[in-house]
């Protein structure tokens, strides 16, 4: 009964003092709004990208709360100081870290993939295997939306520790295709209309050059490839490439040059009698 009239009595004593952490804990929570509308208002006068700015502004919001809890619980806790705090802090800093490591991993690099310039939002990239347009970036994972519609939510650390290839990191990218002629085909006329197929298609930016190398002897054609500058994104490249080819194929055609069905020989050691018309028996001479 002792020990319960003494916490009874230790209770009503620490009542003003919970009651002035509560009102603290209150006025943070208006702080940090407040905070939060001033840091947007300065950096909506700047040039920082969306995800830079949201995680500015989260870190305003932390640091805010941070500091008004650590108010409050000196309120309560008048033993307590600064010092202790912040030591107790770095202690549960370091036990919390281990036990969500993977939850600190992701948020630190989603820290380092805002800060860093490439990658923005509406990207196209590729990585580990995806490929899609970022359309979120969080401090702990991005949302990836495939080609094909669907929505993959990917950790950060993944993100940032392999290798990330930006599709649209420029307006416009280089496309190619093969294209194959036939071996008696006067190679510098084949190129020269090839030239001028592709030079008549609008998507094609010909003041950045156009490309076109005869490559390799094939199996049954001399191939050349066929480069040149257009849109960046997935559907610019295939629409390019489409109108590209109809192109080639229609420029070849009129020019009477061949593009070969692969061709096959084959070469018998001994006679192989025929007759004269299509299905007619061998005559065995």
């Known amino acids: 009964m002792d020990q319960l009239n003494e916490m009874g009595t230790e209770l009503v004593r620490t009542l003003p003092s919970i009651g002035i952490a509560i009102i603290i804990i209150i006025v943070t929570a208006i702080v940090a709004g407040f905070t939060v509308k001033i840091a947007d208002?300065?950096?909506?006068?700047?040039?920082?990208?969306?995800?830079?700015?949201?995680?500015?502004?989260?870190?305003?919001k932390l640091g805010t709360w941070i500091i008004g809890l650590l108010i409050a619980a000196i309120v309560v806790f008048p033993g307590l100081t600064v010092g202790s705090l912040i030591a107790g802090l770095g202690i549960g800093a370091v036990a919390i870290?281990?036990?969500?490591?993977?939850?600190?991993?992701?948020?630190?690099?989603?820290?380092?993939?805002?800060?860093?310039?490439?990658?923005?939002?509406?990207?196209?990239?590729?990585?580990?295997?995806?490929i899609g347009k970022v359309e979120h970036i969080t401090l702990r994972e991005t949302h990836i939306r495939a080609l094909?519609?669907?929505?993959?939510?990917?950790?950060?650390?993944?993100?940032?520790?392999?290798?990330?290839?930006?599709?649209?990191?420029?307006?416009?990218?280089?496309?190619?295709?093969?294209?194959?002629?036939?071996?008696?085909?006067?190679?510098d006329e084949a190129s020269e209309v090839?030239?001028?197929?592709?030079?008549?298609?609008?998507?094609?930016?010909?003041?950045?050059?156009?490309?076109?190398f005869a490559q390799e002897f094939n199996s049954s054609s001399v191939d050349f490839l066929v480069r040149w500058w257009s849109g960046s994104t997935p559907r610019n490249g295939w629409e390019s490439k489409d109108k590209v080819v109809r192109a080639i194929k229609r420029g070849l055609d009129d020019a009477g040059i061949e593009i070969p069905f692969p061709y096959v020989t084959h070469t018998f050691k001994e006679r192989v009698p025929m007759g004269q018309d299509p299905g007619e028996p061998s005559t065995g001479g």
């Not at 208002?41 to 305003?60: A, F, H, M, Q, Y």
């Open 41 to 60: 208002g300065l950096i909506g006068k700047t040039d920082l990208r969306p995800s830079l700015r949201n995680l500015i502004e989260t870190l305003v």
């Open 148 to 187: 094909s519609g669907e929505l993959t939510v990917v950790p950060n650390s993944i993100l940032f520790k392999n290798p990330v290839e930006i599709l649209t990191d420029k307006d416009q990218r280089r496309h190619d295709v093969v294209i194959g002629v036939s071996y008696d085909t006067d190679l």
């Open 97 to 130: 870290g281990f036990a969500f490591q993977d939850i600190f991993e992701n948020f630190l690099a989603g820290v380092l993939i805002m800060i860093r310039e490439k990658m923005r939002i509406g990207d196209v990239i590729e990585c580990e295997g995806m």
């Open 194 to 212: 090839i030239r001028k197929a592709v030079s008549a298609v609008d998507e094609v930016d010909t003041e950045k050059g156009l490309d076109i």
